[in-house]
């Protein structure tokens, strides 16, 4: 993947990010198929499992060796995949089990402010008035395309949508850690020794395979779920889930998390509803509204004011 930068800004990242996140809308309901097949955990691994065979053949392409990483490093990435991975896959799991998909979904809606925040806090990265403007904004426009869909429906606040904010934030500590593990010093400075976004993205998604993959074998779930029927059609959804929303996704959203920050980065994560409802509307015939275009409308000037430079 070649990206080519002008400053701290990839000419082409901002179109890598909207391609991501029509993906991970389109997953949105391959998930739904997936999950009474295969199970909450097994989907995981399995999904799991083909991304991070995808990631090992990038990080052997790259330099036609396997990335040398320390003892500190691995650490590291094992801490991060903890959470972006293996935690994050835990919580949102046993938060879509308790709660309704509208609290879910607008919940999911506060990753930009989540990010927003603690970069502030861990790496001291300012949130201007225009930045709170677009935060606002996107969310605003999030919240009405959510609502505004036929079966949305808001239940009480309680343990699942715990779950779901539990998912959102360790999403978003993984990758301020990451950001701090890949970015290079500023001019002038000492650099410390950044990893490469490749190597990093293999080795977290490895380690957190392998946390899933332990927590499968010992709670004994089986996969697939008793008296599922597995079809070649689910098989080719589960892999395809697995290749691109999960592999070539992380690649690319790691990679912008280095470049851009995560703060920045996270904004386009206003664009997964709306593309899933797109989606949803072309495939499954939804009726689309003037909320919807409105909503639409809202997310691209948040977007637009909150990643301006």
Known sequence: MSLQV???RPAGMR??????????GLNLPVMKLLLPVFGTLGTSVLRMTCG????SMVAWWSRRAWP????RQWGALALCGGMMVYANQICLMQGMRRTTATNASLIMALNPLLSSLLAAAALGVPITGVRWLGLALGFGGVALVILHRPDAALGGGGLGDLFVLGAVATWVAGGVML?????PGAAGEAAPRAMDTTDASWGLNLAGLAMLALHLALSGEAVPAPGATVTWGLVALLVASG?????????VWNR???LLGVAHTSLYVYWV??????????????PLTLWHLLGLAMVLGGTWLGTRR
Do not use: H, N, Y
Request: charged share 10%; with cysteine; hydrophobic share 60%.
């Open 179 to 183: 950001q701090r593990l890949c970015r």
């Open 273 to 286: 509803p709306i593309f899933g409802i797109t989606f949803s509307t072309l495939l499954l015939g939804e």
């Open 68 to 71: 040398r990483l320390t003892a």
């Open 256 to 258: 912008a998390v280095v």
């Open 52 to 55: 991070c065979a995808l990631f």
């Open 6 to 8: 002008d400053g701290r």
């Open 243 to 251: 290749l691109l929303a999960t592999a070539v996704g992380g690649l």
């Open 15 to 24: 179109w890598l990010l909207l391609a991501t996140m029509a993906t991970w």
